[in-house]
């Protein structure tokens, strides 16, 4: 049977993890069992998750949002509490991999997200000093703002937030998934049509108007499911193990 350590190896080796200083630690966050033959993955670490995985009996969990985040209280109490509690008494490993999983460019959320809307990717760039999480390129089929919304809500099943900077067809796009608003201006920089990205804040909306740059927020979780999906995938094929997914439904 597959062992923890060798798949740890194995993923931490194809995701370049030592690259990345990252917001919180890749790779084995909670130790479980030592041998694996299925695994569970999801977007976040969350109860309904762990629950889940002590239903179908997992020997490991793989999410791209885990734990012991820079600047979050250290202490295990409340939710955390109860989620280690729930991950150690049924002995799940909790196996997290955060930028490198947005970066990577086959399995990463960028990559996938490409692959999704039909987008052609062109360069990745760094954003925060987060190495190659920005992506840039065209789309396929060149779409106004309103007409690229309603692909992205058809492609992601869920309505997107937007600001319509002008009336031209997009065709060159920068995309970072998740929680990746604050760096709109750095990107328009780029010279990009648009950008496209998981949240939104206030001050998007100025930003787009006042460039006349299209700006696009689609969901942290919606953008962020596809990763860890194909990571999870690769991991199967290689070491010949059992895999669900488990899209808890989260509208941000
Ligand atoms: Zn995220």
């Given amino acids: 049977m597959p062992e923890l350590k060798h798949i740890l190896e194995y993923a931490n080796n194809v995701l370049s993890v030592d690259q ?19 695994i569970l993955a999801g977007v976040s670490a969350s109860q309904a998750l762990i629950d889940e995985a002590v239903r ?3 020997d490991m969990l793989l999410v791209h949002h885990g734990y012991f985040w820079r600047g979050e209280s250290p202490v295990l109490t409340g939710i ?20 490198p999983l947005d970066a990577h460019p086959e399995l990463g959320n960028n990559a996938q997200l490409a692959l999704k809307l039909d987008m052609q990717v062109e360069q990745r760039f760094d954003l925060g000093g987060a190495i190659g999480i920005g992506y840039q390129g065209q789309l396929k089929t060149a779409m106004d703002a309103d007409q690229f919304a ?16 002008n009336d031209k067809k997009i065709l060159s796009i920068a995309w970072c998934s998740g929680g990746a608003q604050s760096y709109f201006d750095e990107v328009i ?22 460039n006349q740059v299209n700006f696009f927020s ?14 999870a995938e690769l991991l199967v094929k290689k070491f010949d ?8 439904e989260n509208p941000i």
């Fill in 20 to 38: 990345y200083n990252d917001y919180g630690p890749n790779g084995l966050q909670v130790e479980g069992r030592r041998e694996i033959k299925s």
């Fill in 56 to 58: 179908i009996n997992a």
């Fill in 80 to 99: 955390k509490r109860k989620r280690i509690q729930t991950l150690l008494s049924h002995e799940i490993n909790l196996v997290a991999y955060h930028l």
């Fill in 150 to 165: 309603s692909h992205l809500e058809r492609k992601l099943g869920r309505k997107p937030v937007y600001v319509k900077g």
């Fill in 189 to 210: 920089s780029r010279g990009v049509d648009a950008y496209l990205t998981g949240e939104a804040s206030e001050y998007n909306f100025h930003s787009a108007m006042e």
């Fill in 218 to 231: 689609a969901g942290h979780h919606a953008t962020e499911r596809y990763g860890v999906q194909a990571l």
């Fill in 241 to 248: 193990l059992t895999y669900s997914f488990f899209d808890q």
